[in-house]
């Protein structure tokens, strides 16, 4: 935003005005350990992405197929998103074929993903 300062008093209000334009980006967000290029599973067994940020309060969004993951709450959930400090890890147990893809996970710049 932009910001000024004016002259207010003394009979010269707006005799003289400083300004100053103030952009703000948000930090650069960047994994420090990412995904593994490629994993192989058999069906059963259990999925586990693991990626580390390079600070604590990086938000990070997951991906399969460059489609948005989403947790459902089921009674036989499956999927599971978890962070802890700079760890971030998406879990599926008991996996299916289904669950074959690519998987990706984002900062605000930054880019790690799973075939």
């Known amino acids: 935003g932009y910001y000024d300062c004016r002259i207010t008093k003394f009979g010269k209000e707006g005799a003289d005005v400083t300004g100053c334009n103030v952009l703000v980006e948000e930090f650069p967000h ?14 059963r067994e259990d999925l ?4 580390t940020t390079t600070e604590k309060d990086a938000g990070v969004s997951w991906y399969k197929d460059d489609k948005p993951v989403s947790i459902e ?18 879990k599926i ?11 990706s996970v984002r900062t605000n710049r930054d880019v790690s993903r799973c075939l």
Do not use: M, P, W
Not at 48 to 51: A, G, I, S
Not at 79 to 84: E, G, M, Q, V
Not at 93 to 103: I, Q, R, S, W
């Open 30 to 43: 960047k994994f420090s350990r990412k995904l593994a290029e490629n994993l192989e599973l058999t069906e």
């Open 73 to 90: 709450r089921k009674r036989q959930q499956r999927l599971f998103i978890s962070c802890s400090d700079c760890t971030h890890q998406l």
């Open 93 to 103: 147990e008991k996996v299916k074929l289904t669950d074959a893809g690519v998987y």
């Open 48 to 51: 586990l992405l693991q990626v």
